[in-house]
């Protein structure tokens, strides 16, 4: 059973509010990147990519917080993540 899981970030602005599916809760600690849940060649995974570009973070996070959330509206459980990402040097 996959987890639903939404992001947040004080480096980065997430403009979506749906659901990425993981097949296991990520846990503090662990590194994420985003960019492999884009499929390949959409305007979404490009322009995700160009902004870390643009902000010179790297593409991978590190997950400092989780919070279980009911979004009542829709009528699901995710699970909210805040990732910090690195500056490039």
Request: charged letters at 30%; one cysteine or more.
């Amino acid at each position: 059973m996959s987890v639903k899981v939404r992001f947040y970030s004080d480096n980065v602005e997430f403009e979506f509010e749906n659901s990425v599916e993981f097949p296991v809760a990520p846990q503090i600690g662990d590194e994420v990147n985003l960019l492999s849940f884009f499929k390949y060649q959409t305007s979404e995974r490009i322009e995700y990519y160009s902004n870390m570009e643009d902000l010179d973070l790297y593409n991978d996070a590190l997950v400092s917080q989780r919070t279980w959330c009911n979004d009542l509206e829709k009528k699901e459980v995710y699970l909210l993540v805040k990732l910090n990402y690195r500056q490039r040097k």
